[in-house]
């Protein structure tokens, strides 16, 4: 199986500078997938190519791609929605137009998102796949999501045993294993190839929220490879000045936080650096410094 890794934290820490680093350090030697399922993600604007409409190929043996709701959902109606009219049609005087009811439920596109990366992780094609998350709350949610489907598919198939004479056309029990099988499988992908890294910036918020996401995927029983720690400001930059010596002395109080709550678990050090996001400078020294 194609291992997994993923990069979360809170908004705007830098868990896509982190994930596009790793991404080109594992292409280095092997094919490598980098997906990002951040609704303001910027992929896009770090290759300078559109990603969110398929799998581009930015770098050699690295390919990526941007999972907006609406490339989701478009991916979510060519593999499910013949099924789900079929089912519904059989007992429900209802037309096509279900489809775009079902397709507004909450949850969908968060639901079809674990999907796609189970497919990608099956293909065969990649040896390690980069996941660019959402922030904190919508990426736990999407856990979280993912089990209480898995609750939901076991109901309904006891539901369907007591209605089951309703159906005229189409046994809808195939389609509840078969999605039953399929989270199962997602639920596996997370507990079994998946870990985590969990980016934050040397304040109490982001290291607060960091270390609650830390506990959040371990109960959900995914892997947490360790924290990094982004945007450190040197020593000798802040010196000399009283405004920015208080803001390191303040980063380094931080720092000590997350160092004694991390306990075994490494934590990578990232200073603040300047320069654009480009793979062959910015990315590049970035990749060096984690790698």
């Not at 497919?119 to 856990?143: H, K």
């Not at 959040?216 to 945007?231: P, R, Y």
């Not at 991390?262 to 060096?288: H, N, Q, R, W, Y």
Request: with cysteine.
């Amino acid at each position: 199986m194609t291992k997994v890794e993923m990069f979360t934290g809170k908004g705007g820490v830098g868990k896509t500078t982190m994930s596009v680093a790793t991404a080109l350090h594992y292409a280095q030697s092997g094919r490598t997938l980098l997906i990002s399922t951040d609704p303001s993600g910027s992929l896009s604007e770090i290759f300078a190519q559109p990603l969110d409409q398929s799998i581009v190929s930015v770098a050699a043996n690295l390919d990526a791609v941007e999972l907006t709701r609406r490339l989701v959902l478009d991916l979510w109606r060519e593999k499910f929605a013949d099924e789900i009219y079929a089912v519904l049609s059989s007992f429900l005087p209802v037309g096509r137009e279900i489809i775009d009811y079902i397709e507004g439920a909450p949850g969908i596109d968060e639901e079809f998102m674990l999907d796609y990366l189970l497919t990608m992780a099956q293909s065969g094609d990649y040896q390690t796949i980069v996941w660019d998350t959402a922030p904190t709350v919508t990426t736990l949610n999407l856990l979280f999501i993912q089990q209480l489907f898995y609750s939901h598919l076991t109901q309904a198939q006891k539901v369907y045993m007591k209605v089951k004479g309703v159906f005229s056309k189409v046994d809808p029990l195939t389609l509840i294993d078969k999605w039953l099988k399929l989270t199962a499988q997602i639920i596996e992908l997370l507990k079994t190839d998946t870990s985590a890294w969990v980016v934050a910036n040397p304040e109490h918020l982001p290291v607060e929220q960091a270390l609650d996401i830390a506990r959040s995927l371990t109960d959900f029983e995914i892997e947490v490879n360790g924290f990094i720690l982004n945007k450190l400001l040197p020593l000798e930059v802040c010196e000399q000045h009283p405004f920015w010596l208080a803001k390191y002395k303040a980063q380094q109080e931080c720092r000590e936080n997350l160092l004694r709550a991390a306990g075994t678990l490494p934590v990578k050090e990232i200073p603040e650096l300047s320069g654009k996001m480009k793979i062959d400078g910015f990315l590049g020294e970035v990749t060096k410094l984690l790698y």
